[in-house]
């Protein structure tokens, strides 16, 4: 078997007012996506996120869902990658067209996200016609309790884990 190894962003990843933005035709779009061992204590964004899918099958007259399409993540910190806080003061657009394609803005698969502050504005997306769900913030993988607060604006479904979670909002 190979080796892993780890990489680590010390200071965290930072956002300074500027775009991050991603686009797929048919298949899934991520905005930042933290992977396998990637150790990142912090992201900020004070700019854009914006990801977005597009159905190369939908209706160009109303919109409507075609055939194919994509899952669209904000943030996906993957199983077994590692980041403790998330701010967002900015924009997150997550846009996710297909059929049952879905929006999410930010998903912690790693349960390790233990602080979430939005001041900012977060918008999840569906096609018109499609059937998949608008995760605004799914932290279920936590098991320790997350501080939540949001005086901005989230627009989707919050989730959170089985741990002693403190919401404000």
Do not use: C, H, W
């Given at each position: ?13 930072w ?23 990637g ?12 990801a977005?899918?597009r ?18 993540y904000g ?16 924009r ?10 879905n ?25 018109l016609g499609g ?18 607060s949001n ?19």
């Open positions: 078997g190979g080796a892993n190894y780890t990489s680590t962003l010390t200071g965290g990843l956002n300074d007012k500027g775009n991050i933005e991603t686009t797929s035709q048919d298949a899934q779009s991520v905005g930042i996506k933290i992977g396998s061992y150790v990142v204590p912090r992201i900020q964004n004070d700019g854009d996120i914006l977005t899918t159905d190369t099958t939908s209706n160009s007259l109303t919109g409507a869902a075609g055939t194919k399409g994509g899952d669209a943030v996906l910190i993957d199983p077994l990658g590692s980041v403790s806080s998330f701010t967002n003061t900015g997150m657009i997550v846009t996710a067209q297909g059929p049952t394609s929006a999410y803005g930010v998903i912690d698969q790693s349960g390790t996200l233990t602080s979430f502050t939005n001041t900012g504005f977060m918008n999840n997306v569906l096609q059937t998949g769900k608008l995760y605004a913030v799914d932290l279920r993988a936590n098991t320790t309790g997350v501080t939540f005086t901005g604006t989230i627009v989707g479904d919050v989730y959170f884990g089985s741990g002693n979670n403190n919401v404000s909002v």
